[in-house]
């Protein structure tokens, strides 16, 4: 099916422009701080009441607005400044299914999948206005390229990715591997990277044409990462202790062994440095980009969510059943655990521009602050913002 490419003009084209815009400027004003400072340790800001359960939290990093869905098919937005709560009720059935959450800065739109009613719900970030697009079944993960708008929902139950148009909500399918069960976007060349977690392949979907290739992995690959600086995808083998490295050139691929039950993935750009979360061995895995060559890192109990700050090259681990976030100081790998007051951590995300990090309990149905580390900050951020991204060769 031929899809209609949006050019960088227009009133996309300002919209893009204002995200790249405002990074920068977000960016020049934290430059200001002193670069030379210690690292200090984060803290408990506040905690902030949920809805039953709540099993995903991802952030707005432009309107410093947090959304977390709960099994109560509740979204909750979280003001980042006042840390008042509003509910956004999605009217569908309450559900025990995990389902994927998804932010487009650029639209200011949220998305998020409804596993059991095959479908993504869509929320204006101003008005709260919804409207749902079909899926197929069981959508379980979800990828935004901002600067094209479109959406990519990987269906679980149909080996199937929906593509969405973000400005119409259309859609289109493009057939995978069995269980498509995490996907990610190269913002450069505008691949499409989807883990099949029962065929053991990766699918590659060209973001133009939809035209697909298939790559070997390694046994249940279950998370999936790109490096867009470097033109690198790293797929974690949930059942083979290992990351499957592909060269987005050539699609030759290289495997990394890493520790028991890799489940979560998150690659900084700016250092070349990817971490793996290894979930019954309690470590993670910090992989150097250039050489593949590894670093285990211990942690709290079943670490899982991990995200990172890459302004201060930061690590954040929600260590599941350990009821604390570990953070990773990316310089020296040390290991620093900070309690957040959950009985289960389910999940974790940090704003870089408030230095605020944010994780949910899932027992406690709530959202513990935290003050980040006061690290330096990168100096090659700056650059490669303004450089890279600002030429709108990036999402």
Not at 204 to 227: H, K, R, W, Y
Not at 296 to 319: C, E, K, M, S, W
């Amino acid at each position: 099916m031929e899809q209609h490419k949006p050019q960088i003009s227009g009133t996309h084209g300002a919209g893009i422009k204002k995200y790249f815009s405002a990074i920068a400027t977000c960016l020049a004003s934290c430059i200001v701080l002193p670069i030379a400072v210690m690292a200090s340790a984060q803290t408990v800001s506040t905690t902030v009441p949920l809805g039953d359960h709540p099993q995903t939290v991802v952030v707005n990093i432009l309107t410093n607005k947090i959304y977390t869905i709960d099994n109560s098919s509740d979204v909750t937005e979280i003001d980042g400044i006042t840390n008042s709560p509003t509910t956004i009720p999605l009217g569908l059935p309450a559900t025990n299914s995990v389902n994927a959450m998804a932010v487009n800065p650029i639209s200011n739109k949220i998305y998020t999948t409804s596993v059991d009613t095959n479908q993504v719900s869509v929320i204006d970030g101003v008005t709260h206005a919804l409207s749902f697009v079909p899926t197929g079944v069981n959508p379980v993960a979800l990828a935004v390229s901002r600067s094209k708008n479109r959406i990519y929902a990987a269906n679980f139950g149909s080996a199937t990715v929906t593509v969405i148009n973000g400005r119409d909500n259309t859609t289109s399918t493009v057939a995978v591997g069995a269980e498509p069960d995490g996907i990610a976007i190269n913002r450069k060349t505008d691949q499409i990277y989807v883990a099949n977690f029962a065929s053991n392949n990766v699918t590659v979907i060209d973001g133009g044409t939809l035209a697909t290739q298939t790559i070997s992995a390694g046994s249940g690959p279950f998370a999936v990462e790109v490096n867009s600086a470097t033109n690198k995808i790293y797929v974690a083998n949930l059942l083979g202790s290992s990351v499957t490295v592909i060269d987005g050139a050539t699609n030759s691929s290289t495997t990394v062994p890493v520790g028991t039950f890799p489940s979560g993935i998150a690659v900084n750009p700016f250092t070349n440095n990817i971490y793996v979360t290894n979930r019954l061995d309690n470590t993670v895995t910090v992989i150097d980009g250039q050489s593949n060559l590894t670093t285990t890192v211990a942690v709290g109990t079943l670490p899982f969510h991990l995200d990172i700050d890459v302004l201060r090259n930061q690590i954040y681990v929600g260590d599941f059943a350990g009821a604390a976030i570990t953070t990773i100081d990316g310089a020296t790998n040390t290991p620093t655990t900070v309690p957040t007051g959950n009985v289960i951590v389910n999940g974790v995300v940090v704003n870089p521009f408030t230095n605020k990090i944010y994780a949910i309990g899932l027992i406690e149905n709530d959202v513990t602050v935290l003050n980040g580390v006061d690290a330096p900050l990168s100096r090659r951020v700056l650059p490669l913002i303004e450089g890279s991204l600002g030429e709108g060769d990036n999402d």
